[in-house]
């Protein structure tokens, strides 16, 4: 690669694209995204603790300065809401350093988090695809909203 490695790269937590990093790029730090992780909470803790504990979790991951600060924030919460021996929270414990903004501030990112323009654009096709939409419902819908904006702009 022109250049040397990139320092640091973002993905989601695919495994084969895991593997694939540390193979092509040894010393590229690899974070995942935030927002991929942050996203999976509601769908991976139970309906209770994600409505009552979600905001406490927000804190941990976003207001936390220094490693020690975010361990200590995360365990409180993991706690009060009786999710000790969660095994998804326990995986993502396990995996902080490589997503939790507090124990990434050493490597150089311009101030990302999340792989940002792959998450624009699958939010973007996301309001126009459906298992049920045929390909040509697609192209008019995809056309209608691309129109919208010309004249916006």
């Not at 895991?18 to 590229?28: D, E, V």
């Not at 979600?54 to 020690?68: G, P, S, V, Y």
């Not at 200590?72 to 993991?78: E, G, L, M």
């Amino acid at each position: 690669m022109p250049g040397g490695e990139p320092k640091t790269i973002i993905t989601n937590q695919d495994a084969a694209m895991t593997r694939a990093i540390s193979i092509a790029f040894p010393t590229t730090f690899h974070r995942l995204c935030i927002w991929h992780i942050t996203s999976k909470f509601l769908v991976k803790l139970p309906h209770s603790a994600y409505k009552e504990y979600w905001r406490e979790f927000q804190k941990a991951i976003w207001d936390t300065d220094n490693k020690d600060e975010f361990d200590t924030k995360w365990n409180i919460v993991v706690t009060k809401a009786g999710l000790t021996d969660h095994p998804w929270l326990s995986s993502m414990f396990d995996l902080r350093e490589s997503w939790v903004l507090a124990y990434a501030q050493h490597f150089f990112a311009i101030g990302m988090s999340s792989s940002q323009r792959a998450e624009c654009s699958h939010a973007f096709f996301k309001q126009y695809i459906s298992r049920r939409i045929s390909l040509m419902d697609f192209i008019i819908r995809f056309e209608r909203h691309f129109l919208i904006n010309v004249k916006k702009s």
